[in-house]
């Protein structure tokens, strides 16, 4: 099935359902709080674990080592946090399915049978030798070797702007 139809026309029209479903059940009121409730408690998971994720990934870099978990981690928690905005029961709970480590780790194993990778650093070295390799080449000088440049002598006396 196509993404865009998934999106914006089953997914709204499931949490339809579950709005009418669960709000004739358990009153108006309190499925707005529950909506609301969530969004809160969502917004502040995430921003606990997107924290501790973003400081994970420093560490992996400075360990030399290509963050590829924390990547992946992250972009399942930017998923979560829109669904866990997004008011509405179906959303909420697939939102909450991916604030869980141990499902993550799941999706995790998932995306990299399909690509057929094993999620490994593609170089080798710091990220600062990585940084240098694609920032210096033939065209840079040499440690120890004379920069050429010309130059003005400027009199600080003269007022800024006005010059030869």
């Known amino acids: 099935m196509p993404f865009f139809f998934v999106v914006f026309v089953l997914v709204p029209l499931v949490e339809i359902g579950l709005f009418i479903q ?3 059940r358990i009153g108006l009121a309190t499925t707005l709080l529950i909506a609301l409730g969530t969004a809160i408690l969502g917004g502040a998971l995430f921003r606990y674990q997107g924290v501790r994720t973003f400081q994970r990934a420093i560490e992996s870099m400075n360990r030399a080592e290509f963050p590829v978990k924390e990547l992946f981690d992250g972009f399942c928690l930017v998923i979560a946090a829109a669904l866990l905005i997004t008011p ?3 959303t909420d709970t697939i939102g909450f399915v991916l604030l869980i480590p141990q499902m993550r780790d799941f999706f995790r194993s998932l995306a990299r049978k399909h690509m057929g ?3 490994e650093a593609p170089f080798s070295g710091s ?3 990585i940084y240098r390799s694609y ?3 033939p065209t840079g000088p040499s440690p120890g ?3 050429e440049a010309e130059y003005e002598k400027i009199d600080e006396r003269d007022p ?3 010059g030869p």
């Open 145 to 147: 070797e004379p920069i």
């Open 160 to 162: 800024p702007g006005k």
């Open 127 to 129: 990220p600062l030798d």
């Open 22 to 24: 669960i709000g004739g």
């Open 117 to 119: 990778t094993r999620g």
């Open 88 to 90: 509405g029961f179906f």
């Open 135 to 137: 920032h210096s080449g």
